[in-house]
């Protein structure tokens, strides 16, 4: 492959995506379409499927497209929708239905259906090639000129050898991306590395019914509760899954990886019992660690510190896996980065660009992980101790948000925004009246009928 460059914005060039995940695979498709030259490396060597494949942990758990992500592959990916939905993938309302205009629906599949569905679009495209089993040694670095005087990313050495040049080079390695590492001091985190015990552990069982049918989805799928939380997503091909989320200093919970431990404690969560009791389990008890909310930035006082690579995806910043935000926060980095490399011809242009407009557009919601997981993580570190957290204000409200949400219109409104990604936690929490009905009815709820106590109990018995 022959060196390229983008000195004019609408100028193809030649592209390597490194990795071929959702992410990675939604980026070289919309670059693809531009008429760009794109080569995806992918380290693992088998192709995706509808089974398992080598991958992180991460590769069999629970994850939605929210209606964020799903309006862009609408938009620019149509035809990858229908791929998915033919794989087994299943459209649902995250709000049970609520409003007529479909506002909130999402779509259910598990990473093996995304992959498999994309890297089948991915094959049609004349210009875009995975090769797989091919990872990346080191980045070819030139000093750049002019004003920026910052390294500038030309392409990639793979672990077999080969050289391959580039206009551009795209991070979607995912959360462990060995490119920071590459990059040495040239990329900057956001916040210092978390001590090992930081975050949170996920435990999760997927059910299928005789019939196939599944059963009707929550009208929030999503619940916190004295040490834990909940997540009941419908899946693909018939299936659903139910995770418990625990905190990974809780060293107690950590035995919900045996089965029957894990099917007690969820059996005492009213929301579950209908999908507990509606099928059978057909997998064990699937555990993975939850990635903390962390971002890197090649962005310092408004400068790029190295040009010709941007990152998506996890690569980009990983959010609170509860969430769900992940799939939809990569298919929108996308967009934008399409959109930058459409705009900007100069690599520092257009990094500044697609950085900013993503800080723009997906920021607030990975301010937002980040607040909760501090405060979700204090208040449960304080039930440990047997003492109570008392946190800010703003923690306060948004308690009170979680705890009416089903008990008012506006609130569940506001609240289906955030969590569809539909509007930001700031624009949502500010509509008139939202905050104060629920502080409210927050303060007229009775006490949870669950409690660390009772979660102890169930796993001593």
């Given at each position: 492959?022959?060196?390229?460059?983008?000195?004019?914005?609408?100028?193809?060039?030649?592209?390597?995506?490194?990795?071929?995940?959702?992410?990675?695979?939604?980026?070289?498709?919309?670059?693809?379409?531009?008429?760009?030259?794109?080569t995806?490396?992918?380290?693992?060597?088998?192709?995706?499927?509808?089974?398992?494949r080598?991958?992180?942990?991460?590769f069999?758990?629970?994850?939605v497209?929210?209606?964020?992500?799903?309006?862009v592959?609408?938009?620019?990916?149509?035809?990858?929708?229908?791929?998915i939905?033919?794989?087994g993938?299943?459209?649902?309302d995250l709000?049970?239905?609520?409003?007529?205009?479909?506002?909130?629906e999402?779509?259910?599949a598990?990473?093996?259906?995304?992959e498999?569905?994309?890297a089948h679009?991915?094959?049609?495209?004349?210009n875009?090639?995975?090769?797989?089993?091919?990872?990346?040694?080191?980045?070819?670095?030139?000093?750049?000129?002019?004003?920026?005087?910052?390294?500038h990313?030309?392409?990639?050495?793979?672990?077999?050898?080969?050289t391959?040049e580039?206009?551009?080079?795209?991070d979607?390695?995912?959360?462990?991306?060995?490119v920071?590492?590459?990059?040495?001091?040239?990329?900057?985190?956001?916040?210092?590395?978390?001590?090992?015990?930081?975050?949170?552990?996920?435990?999760s069982?997927?059910?299928?019914?005789?019939?196939?049918?599944?059963?009707?989805?929550p009208?929030?799928?999503?619940d916190?509760?004295?040490?834990?939380?909940?997540?009941?997503?419908?899946?693909?091909?018939?299936?659903?899954?139910?995770?418990?989320v625990?905190?990974?200093?809780?060293?107690?919970?950590?035995?919900?990886?045996?089965e029957?431990?894990?099917?007690?404690?969820?059996?005492?969560?009213?929301?579950?019992?209908?999908?507990?009791?509606?099928?059978?389990?057909?997998?064990?008890v699937?555990?993975?660690?939850?990635?903390?909310?962390r971002?890197?930035?090649?962005?310092?006082?408004?400068?790029?510190s190295?040009?010709?690579?941007?990152?998506?995806?996890d690569?980009?910043?990983?959010?609170?896996?509860?969430?769900?935000?992940?799939?939809?926060?990569?298919?929108?980095?996308?967009?934008?980065?399409?959109?930058?490399?459409?705009?900007?011809?100069?690599p520092?242009?257009?990094?500044l660009?697609?950085?900013?407009?993503a800080?723009?557009?997906?920021?607030?919601?990975?301010d937002?992980?980040?607040?909760?997981?501090?405060?979700r993580?204090?208040?449960?570190?304080?039930a440990?101790?047997?003492?109570?957290?008392?946190?800010?204000?703003?923690?306060?409200?948004?308690?009170?948000m979680?705890?009416?949400?089903?008990?008012?219109?506006?609130?569940?409104?506001?609240?289906?925004d955030?969590?569809?990604?539909l509007?930001?936690?700031?624009?949502?929490m500010?509509?008139?009246?939202?905050v104060?009905?629920?502080?409210?009815l927050?303060?007229?709820?009775?006490?949870?009928?669950l409690?660390r106590?009772?979660?102890?109990?169930a796993?001593?018995?």
């Amino acid at each position: 492959m022959g060196r390229a460059s983008a000195d004019d914005a609408g100028m193809t060039m030649d592209v390597v995506v490194l990795g071929a995940g959702p992410a990675g695979l939604a980026a070289a498709l919309l670059l693809s379409t531009d008429g760009h030259r794109v080569t995806v490396l992918e380290r693992d060597r088998a192709e995706p499927s509808l089974g398992e494949r080598r991958g992180g942990s991460q590769f069999r758990q629970p994850d939605v497209v929210l209606p964020r992500g799903l309006a862009v592959l609408n938009r620019q990916l149509p035809e990858a929708i229908a791929a998915i939905e033919v794989a087994g993938g299943r459209r649902w309302d995250l709000l049970g239905g609520i409003t007529p205009d479909r506002r909130y629906e999402s779509l259910s599949a598990g990473q093996p259906v995304l992959e498999s569905a994309l890297a089948h679009v991915a094959s049609r495209v004349p210009n875009l090639e995975i090769r797989r089993g091919v990872g990346v040694s080191k980045l070819l670095t030139v000093w750049s000129g002019g004003t920026t005087g910052v390294p500038h990313v030309r392409g990639v050495v793979t672990d077999e050898g080969r050289t391959l040049e580039a206009g551009l080079v795209v991070d979607a390695g995912g959360g462990d991306s060995p490119v920071a590492a590459m990059l040495g001091d040239l990329q900057h985190l956001s916040r210092a590395a978390a001590p090992p015990d930081f975050g949170f552990d996920l435990y999760s069982r997927y059910f299928r019914s005789s019939d196939g049918t599944i059963p009707s989805p929550p009208a929030w799928p999503l619940d916190h509760h004295d040490s834990v939380s909940t997540l009941a997503l419908p899946g693909d091909n018939g299936t659903w899954s139910l995770t418990l989320v625990v905190s990974r200093r809780d060293w107690v919970m950590r035995s919900l990886y045996e089965e029957r431990l894990w099917d007690r404690t969820a059996a005492l969560f009213p929301g579950l019992r209908e999908w507990l009791e509606y099928g059978r389990p057909v997998t064990g008890v699937l555990t993975a660690p939850g990635r903390c909310t962390r971002r890197r930035s090649p962005v310092s006082d408004g400068r790029p510190s190295v040009t010709g690579l941007v990152s998506v995806g996890d690569a980009w910043g990983t959010t609170n896996p509860a969430f769900c935000q992940g799939l939809s926060m990569a298919l929108v980095q996308a967009e934008l980065l399409r959109e930058a490399v459409r705009a900007h011809g100069e690599p520092d242009k257009m990094m500044l660009a697609y950085e900013e407009a993503a800080h723009a557009a997906l920021g607030p919601f990975y301010d937002t992980s980040l607040f909760w997981e501090h405060n979700r993580l204090a208040e449960i570190y304080a039930a440990i101790r047997g003492r109570r957290f008392y946190g800010s204000p703003n923690w306060t409200a948004a308690k009170a948000m979680e705890t009416a949400k089903l008990a008012d219109p506006d609130v569940l409104t506001a609240m289906g925004d955030i969590g569809s990604m539909l509007a930001s936690p700031e624009e949502a929490m500010s509509r008139p009246g939202v905050v104060g009905k629920a502080l409210a009815l927050a303060a007229e709820s009775p006490a949870p009928a669950l409690t660390r106590a009772d979660f102890l109990a169930a796993l001593s018995r």
